[in-house]
């Protein structure tokens, strides 16, 4: 039987970042030939996948429920080892989970029993454990601050909206100190207004980010994609479909790719 890797070792495992002149890069990532299937299972879920995902760009993963979104978010993790082929962050295999990649969820993965400041501050610990305590609390705040979080400090998650919630993941990424993000539709339980503040969050932390982050981005919209994304894989049937290189495109062109997005919807449609 196939052996996933045990989720307590996400603290525990640091990777290596590639340093130019002094400062951490955000790291490429690339998929060869890689298929995967869950144990036991008979059907494979990804298939022959080949895919680049450049330095510090930012790239979404669109396709229906039940493509392998997700499994293809957990393989970059480091959660699940493929089947077949070779995945590479950076030249370096993710043979285990890492801080150097954060995994961002529909449901926040924050304590109950700590305080919105007490669960980045421990983040924060774990990523920099030669930080003295008070240093770490300042940086917590730091970080809530820059998600517009600084009043809700003292406050427990269950006391917190979707909204909130999603902008602690995001500070939690940051303590963490991740330049990979890989994000599992993190805004699809949001109202339209909260989610459009959302994405614009998210694309302000992208482009601000002083370390360089590479962002992977799985959803089954697409207007989100559109709005967010540099680069779309369209994922159908085990395998990436298509790609499609949206930088530069002014508002026409971006109107014409979107009919090519759901026509491709469409057409899985008629298949079925």
Do not use: C
């Amino acid at each position: 039987m196939k052996k996933l890797n045990p989720p307590n070792q996400i603290f525990t495992k640091k990777t290596k970042t590639q340093i130019l002149d002094g400062k951490k890069t955000a790291p490429n990532v690339l998929l060869e030939n890689v298929s995967y299937s869950y144990p036991d299972a008979k059907e494979t879920v990804l298939e022959g996948m080949n895919i680049q995902f450049d330095s510090g760009s930012f790239n979404v993963v669109l396709g229906r429920s039940g493509d392998g979104k997700s499994t293809l978010l957990r393989l970059v993790a480091g959660l699940y080892q493929p089947d077949k082929g070779e995945i590479f962050i950076s030249g370096e295999k993710p043979l285990y989970p890492s801080l150097d990649r954060s995994l961002i969820f529909q449901q926040t993965q924050l304590f109950p029993w700590m305080k919105l400041e007490q669960n980045i501050n421990f983040v924060y610990k774990k990523a920099h454990p030669e930080v003295d305590s008070k240093t770490a609390r300042n940086k917590a705040v730091q970080l809530l601050q820059n998600v517009d979080l600084e009043k809700f400090v003292n406050m427990y998650p269950y006391q917190l909206s979707g909204g909130m919630l999603q902008r602690a993941a995001f500070a939690a990424s940051m303590a963490q100190g991740a330049s990979l993000w890989l994000m599992d539709e993190p805004f699809a339980a949001l109202d339209p207004d909260t989610r459009a503040k959302a994405r614009q969050l998210i694309l302000d932390i992208w482009k601000n980010g002083e370390a360089g982050r590479t962002m992977i981005f799985v959803t089954h919209d697409v207007d989100e994609t559109l709005e967010l994304a540099q680069k779309v894989y369209y994922l159908e049937n085990k395998k990436i479909k298509k790609e499609l290189d949206l930088r530069g495109l002014n508002e026409d062109k971006r109107f014409i790719m979107r009919k090519t997005l759901i026509n491709l919807f469409w057409s899985n449609d008629e298949k079925e």
